[in-house]
């Protein structure tokens, strides 16, 4: 091997070992800055309305970082608590009977509330399957992930049609995108988490699952290939 080669091949090892110190580093600093950045914000937010005299910060020679972001999580949770029983549910319908008499504020709250109630309840299905339809145009396949079945003045005007709602993530960013109402014989489910659809959707295909090739081929699956 000449002295050139060898040149070539040490600094091809070089770059390599740089970037496979990059694909480590860069995850870790980007989720740990991001960490701290989201519990300074809450502290800002949070330790000016802790009484002096339970912040510590006040009487240590150095602030305690995260300590607004565990007072607020124990005041939600205290919150949660006294909701849950008869008064707790009285003093929110009473305050909930206030804002529908704003009209502004009353639309705001009751959207807001309605999506949490639908992305934090226990009970909820939403996004919990991957899928793949035809979007946006036959032949082009694209992930979308099941919400539920269509329901309300959709669901009636679509009365001859068993559909259900999804929704079409977009590239890199995959809490923007559109909802879709597909009828449920063109929609393929996906054996893949939510989770791995998303990651594979916001590297624009370069992240890709495991999937054993031995598995048999789905009867929906072999049969809409055989209709394109």
Known sequence: MSEKQKRVGASRRVRNYFLTG????????????????????????????????????NYLPFAVPGFGLLTALFLITVIGFLTANLVGRSIIAFGESLLDRMPLV???????????ETVLAEQSSS????????????GLWSIVFIATDTKGEVSHRLADEDSISVFLPTTP?????????????????????????????ISAGLVSPEFPKTLPLKKDSKRRSESV
Do not use: C
């Open 106 to 116: 009353r639309s705001l709250y009751k959207g807001l509330k309605q999506i949490f």
């Open 173 to 201: 960013n995959p809490t923007s995108g559109f909802l879709l109402f597909v009828p449920r014989r063109d929609v393929i489910m996906l054996d893949m988490s939510v989770e791995e659809a998303a990651k594979m959707v």
């Open 22 to 57: 990059l694909i480590i580093v860069a995850p870790l600093a980007i989720t740990a800055y991001l960490t701290w950045t989201f519990v300074g914000w809450v502290d800002s937010w949070v330790k000016p309305y802790i009484p002096t005299i339970y912040n510590p910060d």
């Open 127 to 138: 996004f919990k399957q991957a899928a793949l339809i035809e979007y946006p145009r036959r």
